[in-house]
């Protein structure tokens, strides 16, 4: 009796269509999945930042037992394969196409370096540069027709990624590499601190320390100023009434006396200009000296007289993408969206 019915089990075994549930989940119909119950049929699989590997699961002609390949290599946990790749069934067709080294359609192809370059005895920069110089080549070539289709469209995403990983790998190579050079650099700048910096600011405490005085001078040198162009000026014109006087009269004292009186008036002259307030000595005087600096009175008004200045434009446009990431809108602008492959 028992052979009997594993005869009739083993007949109705090869009725039983064991390729079923592949052929549905093809065409996005997926029945259930059981992590110990592997479906026959081609699927793939990756390593995170791998490209995609082909997967093939079957009962061998004769067998009971099912085997497992994955890119050609005969795979003993069955169970833990399908386990990743049940999620992603192929065509045979693609099943051969990527087990023959042509990969898969939506997948780039893998950059080969270029010529004249040897990536086992390159650097890790050089090895980083010859692995970005291979897929700059493929994407710019990949970059001279639009995007027609899903498999083009998964190219891309993916050949961003890789990208985007080689700036991820450079930006952290970049920093071990520097983070020496930096290290030394604040070692050397925490050593030197105590006498760069409190020297540089007990000399401007000074400094700050003497504006009183200076100012105060400065104000003794303007009031002097003043009464020194009083009396220059009263001098100038003596001399110049001495002159006619000596012009009409012909006298020679009187020309003497207003030749004298001209040069008292060149003089004062000099003597009324400035001088400036200072204190110290040749190679360590300090004078007062106009700093100009402005005094905003009306902020409407200076807004509206700098409106035109790139800074101002580019400072403007940095608060309002601030406002409208925060979905507030504000008068002048308006919220745009944009949609963009990110």
């Known amino acids: 009796m028992t052979d009997t019915f594993t005869s009739i089990g083993a007949e109705a075994s ?22 110990s119950h592997p479906e026959q049929g081609y699927y793939r699989t990756r390593s995170k930042g791998k490209p995609w590997e082909p997967v093939a699961i079957f009962y061998p002609e004769g067998s009971d037992e099912l085997v497992a390949y994955r890119n050609g290599k005969e795979v003993d946990d069955i169970h833990s394969l399908w386990t990743w790749a049940c999620r992603n ?41 010859i692995e970005y110089l291979g897929e700059k080549e493929l994407a710019e070539q990949f970059l001279k027709s639009p995007i027609k289709t899903k498999a083009d469209a998964d190219k891309a995403a993916i050949w961003s990624k890789r990208l985007a990983d080689i700036a991820k790998r450079a930006t952290d190579q970049h920093k071990v590499e520097k983070q020496p050079a930096l290290d030394e650099t604040r070692r050397i700048d925490d050593k ?53 006087e000596a012009s009409q009269a012909g006298d020679v004292a009187v020309a003497n006396r207003a030749e004298a009186l001209a040069q008292q008036a060149a003089d004062a002259e000099r ?32 807004l509206i007289a700098l409106k035109d200045r790139p800074e101002i434009t580019e400072l403007v446009q940095s608060l309002a993408n601030r406002a409208a990431k925060a979905g507030v809108s504000l008068p002048g602008m308006k919220i745009i969206e944009e949609k963009r492959a990110a």
Request: hydrophobic share 35%.
């Open 192 to 244: 030197w601190r105590e006498l760069k910096d409190e020297p540089k600011e007990l000399s401007t405490k000074l400094k700050r320390h003497m504006d009183e005085y200076l100012r105060e001078q400065d104000r003794i040198e303007q009031e002097r100023q003043r009464k020194a162009r009083e009396e220059a000026d009263r001098i100038r014109r003596e001399a110049e009434q001495a002159a006619a």
């Open 271 to 302: 003597e009324a200009q400035a001088r400036n307030a200072a204190a110290g000595r040749t190679g360590a005087k300090v004078a007062l000296r106009t700093f100009v600096s402005a005094q905003i009175t009306d902020v409407e008004a200076l």
């Open 89 to 129: 069934p192929i065509s045979f067709e693609a099943y051969e196409k990527a087990l023959h080294g042509e990969g898969f359609d939506d997948e780039p192809k893998e950059a080969l370096a270029p010529k004249n370059h040897n990536s086992v005895d390159a650097d890790p920069m050089e090895a980083l540069r």
């Open 14 to 35: 090869k009725i039983v269509n064991r390729w079923a549930w592949w052929q549905n989940a093809l065409k996005g119909n997926f029945g259930p999945i059981h992590e």
